[in-house]
């Protein structure tokens, strides 16, 4: 167990806030992680990978990191193959493993930033694909009272970038293993945004060519954090029901919209901050992507408030004109 007093935080997370933890623990493996939650009695938050968490000051409390780095195959089927990883585990060396071994159901998840561990929190998802349709099973143990719980994948609650671990069980628990169910036989989803034209750089479609494929489009799309510091997508694509969709469609005929459950519409945040005129803005430290206007980045030493004070300016904006109520996707703190 590796335990530092007053450590910054600005390395630790991609946004590169300065915030200080009082203190900040890195445990190696399940049984440090234990005896750590026995004996603690400070606040504590979990960190992953620090790629959605944005500290807005210094945290009076323990941030505990879990690092422990096991895989192993658990299971076979014929079709199947099931494989468990610790929460530790960088989640894009988690994926590059699968694909290495020719496993299908992570490929368009490649390169997104965090751990494991995080991946059930907000059900990460992209190209078409979220890590729910592979996810077997979440452990961990309750904070609370250090005792163990293991999820099936219904009981995980899930739902876009959403889960139990975000709803009724926010802050109580910490994730420890995830188990996924992958395919010897995958089914590629290559018709989500410009993938099929992507894969025309190669003379084969296969997992190794799909996870290229996406590399190559979200290195183009989306800022590499230690060039500019970033969350990814700041705020989730709203759904909306179908009179406000049309409505908003009369006055803007090119809305770009996708079917949502229960007759609702989906339609990319990126799109309505775009409208509103934030692509490429600078607000002191802070902007909005120049490529991506979901994405909020760190112009170097952007301070919490800067961050904050951009984000309810963009969520007001958008619902003066549009009557849509944008929805943090991070976690600010
Ligand atoms: N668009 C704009 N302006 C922009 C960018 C996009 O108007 O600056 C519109 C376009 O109409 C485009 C549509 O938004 O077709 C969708 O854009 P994109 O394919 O880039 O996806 P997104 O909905 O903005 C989601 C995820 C991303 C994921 C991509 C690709 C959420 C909140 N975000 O973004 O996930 O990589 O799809 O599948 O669902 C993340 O969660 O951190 C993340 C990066």
Redesign the pocket.
């Known amino acids: 167990m590796i335990v530092k007093e007053n450590v910054s935080l600005k390395e630790l997370t991609t946004f590169g806030i300065e915030a200080k933890a009082r203190k900040f623990i890195q445990t190696c493996n399940n049984d440090e992680l234990f005896s750590f939650l026995k004996n603690n009695q400070s606040p504590l938050y979990i960190l992953g990978g620090g790629s ?1 968490s944005i500290f807005t000051s210094d945290f009076d409390g323990v941030v505990l990191q879990p690092l422990e780095k096991n895989i192993e195959i658990v299971n076979e089927t014929p079709n199947s193959v099931w494989i468990k990883s610790s929460a530790g585990v960088d989640w894009d060396d988690f994926v590059k493993f699968t694909v290495e071994r020719e496993l299908g159901g992570l490929e ?1 998840l490649s390169l ?1 930033p965090g751990n494991v561990g995080a991946c059930p929190v ?1 059900n ?5 694909v979220e890590v729910k349709d592979t996810i077997i099973k979440v452990d961990g143990f309750y904070i609370e009272n250090q005792s163990p719980f293991s999820f099936s994948n219904e009981e995980c609650q899930f739902g ?2 959403d889960s139990i671990f975000k709803r009724s069980l926010k802050g109580k628990t910490v994730i420890t293993h995830v188990t996924f169910e992958l395919s010897k036989t995958p089914t590629l989803k290559t018709h ?2 410009n993938i099929e034209e992507e894969l025309k750089n190669y003379s084969k479609t296969n997992i190794q060519t799909v996870r290229n494929a996406v590399i190559s489009i ?1 290195e183009r ?2 800022p590499s954090p230690k060039v500019f510091g970033n ?3 700041f ?3 709203p759904t909306i029901n179908q009179n406000l969709f049309e409505t908003i469609q009369s006055s803007y005929a090119n809305i ?1 919209s996708y079917p949502a459950a229960n007759q609702m519409v989906k339609i ?4 309505l ?3 509103c005129g934030f ?1 490429g803005i600078k607000r002191g430290n802070v902007g909005v ?1 120049s ?5 909020l980045i760190n112009l170097g030493n952007a301070k919490g408030e800067e961050v904050i004070d951009l984000a309810n300016e963009i969520i007001e904006a958008v619902r003066i004109k549009f009557s849509i109520e944008l929805e943090k ?1 991070v976690n600010i703190l």
């Open positions: 959605n368009n997104i907000q990460i998802g992209a190209y078409g876009y970038r989500y945004g979200r799309k989306l969350c990814g997508s705020f989730k694509n770009p990319p945040a990126a799109w901050i775009e409208t692509k992507h490529q991506q206007a979901l994405v996707e």
